[in-house]
């Protein structure tokens, strides 16, 4: 199984809709989850951490962790075009490695 | 404030040929790492330190040696290029790694023909 996985994509949502990224990790000692977006031949930048169960929220963005099911999602709300990148979903074990998923694509459609 | 810096940002090496990644930070970070980055595909560990003199594989690490003789600096050498290490490599470093946000360069584009 691998550390962090990612359910395939692309995603592809109209305008205004809701994206929801899924994400599931293996590592029970896991401590610290994020969200990075990726814009095509970019660096990635963090737009979402969280590390206790719940949600968590941040403008058109929610984070969501469920410890006991190894489960991060990202909600992002009002969907627009300039949100179309690639988002990582990382996370660090308790050895401070930092081990990213493949990223899903999602495309927003005007 | 420079960040991350790496270098070169892109370069064509001939199978069997060595180089070194130069990777260099200016924020005081503990952690540093570096990730390859293939077509279509997330970041891959391919090693990481977590402060001066200390290294660590990560998910990929054959093909490539590392060394942090200082907090700064952590280059990625490669030996013996081969076309499978053809991809963008990325470094990466933060304060702590638990909570932190990870910092990357702007990546170096390696083919390897």
């Known amino acids: 199984q691998k550390e962090v996985e990612q359910n395939s994509g692309p995603l592809s949502v109209p305008e205004g809709a809701i994206a929801s990224l899924n994400c599931t990790y293996s590592d029970r000692g896991s401590q610290s989850f994020f969200w990075y977006r990726q814009y095509s031949g970019k660096s990635p930048e963090l737009i979402m951490f969280i590390y206790s169960n719940g949600d968590k929220e941040d403008g058109r963005f929610t984070a969501q962790l469920n410890k006991a099911s190894q489960y991060v999602s990202l909600l992002i709300r009002d969907s627009q075009p300039s949100d179309s990148a690639t988002y990582l979903c990382?996370?660090?074990?308790?050895?401070?490695?930092?081990?990213f998923g493949k990223g899903i694509t999602l495309s927003v459609r005007p | 404030n420079a960040g991350v810096t790496q270098t070169p940002k892109f370069r064509i090496l001939k199978i069997g040929q060595s180089m070194t990644l130069q990777c260099t930070q200016d924020?005081?970070?503990?952690?540093m790492y570096w990730y390859r980055q293939d077509p279509g595909m997330g970041l891959k560990l391919i090693y990481y330190?977590?402060?001066?003199?200390?290294?660590d594989k990560g998910e990929v690490p054959n093909g490539y040696n590392v060394s942090r003789s200082t907090t700064e600096d952590f280059p990625l050498r490669l030996e013996l290029a081969a076309p499978s290490q053809t991809s963008v490599y990325f470094c990466?470093?933060?304060?702590?790694?638990?909570?932190?946000?990870?910092?990357f360069g702007q990546g170096t584009r390696l083919t390897v023909v």
């Open positions: 990466a470093s933060n304060k702590q790694a638990w909570d932190t946000e990870a910092f």
């Open positions: 330190s977590v402060g001066a003199g200390i290294t």
């Open positions: 924020m005081n970070h503990n952690y």
């Open positions: 990382a996370v660090t074990g308790a050895n401070s490695k930092l081990t």
